[in-house]
């Protein structure tokens, strides 16, 4: 199938969906008031919650969800086929996708602006809200791990990319000194920094890691997992302006600049699928379903953006009528985000057996010479574009990490400075998130540990899912477009979790696997029995607050009677 | 019609200032304002932390500031009053 025709047909889903029902949704179910007066309103602090326009909070919505999820994901599917992912990708966000994202942010806005802590504490039960901070902070760890792999991957499989990285931090670093420090005019400092970036890029074509330090340390996992560490441990104890928001804000012109040009070459090229519709059932890591639904994550469904929706977006939406296109909408274009990253990895290779030795090494190398080939058609050289590629890739990736890092101290100092007054101390907190991270990455063979993260992520959605449709149905509103949603995802993604969780011990257990890889697996093992577990104890809790809301609306009927 | 052409223009340039201003530099603009905030906050507790019964400084210098003060109180006590939670860290 030609590649142009997945575009259209991902447009025509994108538009029938958000015309036909999610717009349905908004307006009957949910019964968007547009006079109601919304937290950022109510509450204003000019801070947190500050109303701001639809057209800024679409562009942040997506910069916050659209990290390596999206895009690795429906690379890694191909193992299946191209045509199970796309069906999912399309099917996943018109049915479940959407929902969550859009429902997390009214809901939260029709609850003050709580977030999801405080949602699960109100809706369902006090105990709730404790197990699903436990469940993130494991949730977090997991995309730690499986985030810091593919940058681990990208930067040994491709050797462009570190110099590339460098000069991106660089160029971060100084662009933080020249708004914060020197206040410097903004579109000359946005010049200055993102040219520096292009020119890493180019410099990292020429002048690869192997030639610079030589191929043993290029090659070294240690190395390049100590480095994406040590850049987290940088931007959660350094000040937030001086180290992650200005590398974060140079890095977003460089991937969204990568993306839109890389659409363009999509449309000129318009290639055709050359790897196969549909492979088999089962492969390596495991059955179509559950686990394939779990190895797409973002760009169907993903936990992670009830987190932003809640949290970060419903405090800052200034009418009801925006929750939609902000929340719903955004999520359509991640959609249109993961079909073209299915389109990159899917025309790229011209028989499976070099798609299957590409992705050995891991699926960075894959989008980059993807990236590669359809910069080309703009004119970019070929190195230059591989390198324009990985480090898109490693910073897609990166900057997700730094921020789960800083939750993660921010966490460990809240939930166990009770313990010990040195857990509150920043740089205990980071280095014990760190340790973990390196820990992952070097003991987990990326594939199982991409699918615990995207199986966390999925579960967090469901739990998402759940609070939404106990909300519905605290409010006396029809909650089958939410429930049914909630019921699939949580048994897929439990069985998901059970199936790869039971794989990794029991190959420790037969003794197949020995020395870091058995730690790993074990460890690895463990978490994913850990998060069934959180999973079941807050659906036992869930249902018993559905119980409580039928059993009200029943009384209530019966009084009206 | 030329004129409502312009503004239509006008509002699509805007949309996507203001979409790459969302995608690029407001979460960078969100953190500026809460370290200040945080920063802000400390001073008013330490300076008129009697309004919430944390007596600090001597009542005389509380006074003297309460005139630059007066403007943030009622967001200075929104903030400190709501409830906190963990997953607020991460958006």
Redesign the interface.
């Known amino acids: 199938m030609n590649s142009v025709v997945v575009l259209v047909l991902g447009l025509l889903v994108a538009y029938f969906g958000y015309r036909l029902y999610a717009l349905r949704i908004d307006r009957r179910v949910i019964q968007s008031d547009p006079k109601r007066a919304t937290p950022a309103k109510m509450?204003?602090?000019?801070?947190?919650f500050?109303p701001?326009?639809r057209?800024?909070?679409?562009?942040?919505?997506?910069?916050?969800i659209a990290g390596a999820g999206p895009i690795l994901g429906p690379i890694i599917a191909l193992q299946w086929g191209w045509l199970p992912a796309l069906v999912w990708i399309l099917l996943g966000t018109l049915f479940i996708g959407w929902v969550q994202d859009y429902a997390s942010a009214m809901v939260a806005m029709r609850k003050e602006g709580?977030?999801?802590?405080?949602l699960s504490h109100k809706l369902i039960s006090p105990r709730a809200?404790l197990i699903l901070?436990a469940f993130?902070y494991f949730y977090l760890l997991l995309i730690a791990g499986a985030f810091g792999n593919v940058v681990v991957s990208t930067a040994i499989g491709l050797k462009g990319s570190p110099m590339a990285w460098l000069f991106l931090t660089a160029a971060g670093l100084l662009a933080g000194q020249m708004i914060y420090r020197w206040r410097t005019d903004?579109i000359l400092t946005?010049v200055v920094t993102v040219v520096l970036a292009l020119i890493g890029i180019w410099v990292g074509s020429v002048a690869p890691s192997d030639k610079i330090i030589g191929p043993d340390l290029a090659n070294s996992r240690w190395l390049w997992a100590i480095a994406a560490f040590v850049f987290c441990y940088f931007a959660a104890v350094l000040?937030?302006?001086r180290f992650a928001?200005?590398i974060?804000?140079v890095a977003?012109?460089i991937v969204?600049l990568g993306l839109f040009f890389g659409l363009i070459g999509v449309v000129i090229l318009h290639p055709s699928f050359t790897l196969p519709a549909y492979s088999s059932f089962t492969i390596k890591i495991g059955p179509i379903w559950p686990i394939m639904f779990v190895t797409v994550a973002c760009g169907a469904i993903s936990g992670w953006h009830s987190?932003?929706s809640?949290?970060?977006?419903a405090r800052q939406l200034e009418n009801e009528r925006d929750a939609l296109p902000v929340g719903g909408g955004v999520m359509f274009v991640e959609m249109m985000l993961a079909i073209f990253a299915l389109i990159i990895a899917g025309t790229l290779y011209a028989a499976p057996s070099e798609y299957a030795e590409a992705i050995a090494k891991g699926p960075g190398g894959v989008f980059a010479a993807g990236v590669a080939k359809f910069l080309g058609a703009i004119g970019l050289p070929t190195d230059v574009g591989r390198s324009y590629g990985s480090v898109m890739m490693i910073f897609l990736a990166i900057t997700i990490m730094q921020?789960v890092v800083?939750?993660m101290r921010?966490?460990t100092s809240?939930?166990l400075s009770d313990i010990s007054p040195v857990f509150r101390n920043p740089h205990v907190g980071t280095f014990i998130a760190s340790l973990l991270g390196i820990f992952l990455v070097m003991t987990g063979w990326w594939q199982y540990l991409w699918i615990l993260f995207g199986g966390a992520n999925q579960l967090m959605a469901s739990l998402a899912l759940m609070i939404i449709t106990a909300w519905l149905m605290s409010e006396g509103k029809p909650a089958t477009w939410s429930l049914l949603p909630t019921i699939f995802m949580f048994v897929t993604t439990v069985a998901a979790l059970l199936y790869t969780s039971y794989n990794l011990l029991d190959k420790v257990l037969k003794g197949a696997v020995k020395g870091e890889a058995a730690a790993g697996n074990t460890v690895i093992g463990v978490i994913g029995f850990f998060l069934v577990v959180a999973a079941l104890v807050l659906a036992y809790e869930g249902l018993k607050a559905f119980g409580r809301y039928r059993a009200l609306r029943v009384a209530e009927a019966s009084a009206r009677a | 019609m030329g004129e409502e052409k312009g503004k239509k223009g006008g509002g699509f340039l805007?949309?996507v200032k203001?979409?790459?201003?969302?995608?690029?530099?407001?979460?960078?603009a969100?953190?500026?304002?809460?370290?200040r905030?945080s920063m802000e906050h400390l001073f008013i507790l330490i300076t008129m932390g009697d309004m919430l019964g944390v007596p600090i400084l001597p009542p005389y210098y509380s006074l003297r500031l309460l005139p630059y003060v007066v403007p943030q109180i009622s967001?200075w006590k929104?903030?400190m009053l709501?409830?906190k939670?963990?997953?607020?860290?991460?958006?």
């Open positions: 509450y204003m602090d000019g801070v947190e500050m701001t326009s057209n800024i909070l679409f562009g942040y919505q997506f910069k916050s709580a977030s999801m802590g405080g809200r901070l993130i903004i946005t000040p937030i302006w928001l200005p974060n804000y977003a012109y969204f987190l932003v809640s949290s970060g977006t921020l800083r939750f921010i966490a809240e939930l | 805007k949309a203001e979409f790459v201003y969302g995608i690029a530099a407001h979460d960078s969100r953190f500026a304002l809460k370290t905030a967001t929104r903030r709501k409830e939670d963990l997953t607020d860290a991460l958006a």
